[in-house]
């Protein structure tokens, strides 16, 4: 399904590229970075959203 037929607004590419990236800080912990590459303006705001969204709930989830 694409976005156009998902009803998303912008013009979106066909394929999408997301990195993510990973550095250790010390035994216990890291740092994360996650680039989405191909959000249209119009569009970026809710996918932050998002992804804020879906890491919000990984924390939770991993802290139980």
Do not use: T, V
């Not at 694409?2 to 990195?19: F, K, T, V």
């Not at 550095?23 to 970075?33: A, I, N, P, T």
């Not at 569009?43 to 932050?48: G, Q, S």
């Amino acid at each position: 399904l694409s976005a156009n037929e998902a009803g998303m607004a912008g013009d979106w590419p066909e394929i999408l590229i997301i990195r993510f990236d990973f550095e250790s800080l010390d035994e216990k912990s890291s740092r994360f970075w996650l680039i989405h590459d191909g959000i249209p303006p119009e569009a970026e705001k809710d996918c932050i959203q998002g992804w804020s969204e879906s890491f919000e709930k990984l924390k939770r989830h991993l802290s139980q």
